[in-house]
T-cell receptor, first 111, second 114 residues
């Protein structure tokens, strides 16, 4: 059974700092891996999607990497801003029928 | 496009009551999903549908039912509500055909059973 773990559960950093969020999964047989942002009281917004054949994806200040063989992904946020404060969720798609989610990392960026 | 729309946003139910969470999408996606999210936990799949008339159980289906009579709508029915069903419910949709397609989520429905 695919299990997804995110470390740390919570992170607080000063504005301007670069940071890394970690995601690990137990089964390397995945179609893709996706990072989401969740704001309080809101749904999930897709940030980056990495297909199983890819190693990384970039969007603006965000860079996500994927190492299937070790079952790991990282989300790198450069020059963090208070507006980046949210919960970040990692999810893997093992098949068409489901996505398996981690519990998320709650990020606080202090001005 | 409105994307994925869920109603209601908030609801309080008494133990033993029943209700339906509505979900509709206007993107002509074939896959639709219902997830629940408990505090501090990841999302868990309740039911999913691969197209109109086809539904199947996910990881945590007990106490719920679904139907998919049209491509657009995927309601989730709670029968005999229990306190364990207090959670945030998310509907999502996805178009099969390309593994790079992203999944879209509704804004969630907060349900409290007292």
């Amino acid at each position: 059974k695919q299990e997804v773990t995110q470390i740390p559960a919570a992170l607080s950093v000063p504005e301007g700092e670069n940071l890394v969020l970690n995601c690990s999964f137990t089964d390397s047989a995945i179609y893709n891996l996706q990072w989401f942002r969740q704001d309080p009281g809101k749904g999930l917004t897709s940030l980056l999607l990495i297909q199983s054949s890819q190693r990384e994806q970039t969007s603006g200040r965000l860079n996500a990497s994927l190492d299937k063989s070790s079952g790991r992904s990282t989300l790198y946020i450069a020059a963090s801003q208070p507006g980046d404060s949210a919960t970040y969720l990692c999810a893997v798609r093992p098949n068409n029928n489901d996505m398996r989610f981690g519990a998320g990392t709650r990020l606080t960026v202090k001005p | 496009n409105a994307g994925v729309t869920q109603t209601p946003k908030f609801r309080i139910l008494k133990i033993g009551q029943s209700m339906t969470l509505q979900c509709t999408q206007d993107m002509n996606h074939n896959y639709m999903y219902w997830y629940r999210q408990d505090p501090g936990m990841g999302l868990k799949l309740i039911y999913y549908s691969v197209g109109a008339g086809i539904t199947d159980k996910g990881e945590v289906p007990n106490g719920y039912n679904v139907s998919r009579s049209t491509t657009e709508d995927f309601p989730l029915r709670l029968e005999l509500a229990a306190p364990s069903q207090t959670s945030v419910y998310f509907c999502a949709s996805w178009k099969q055909g390309f593994t790079g397609n992203t999944i879209y989520f509704g804004e969630g429905s907060w349900l409290t059973v007292v």
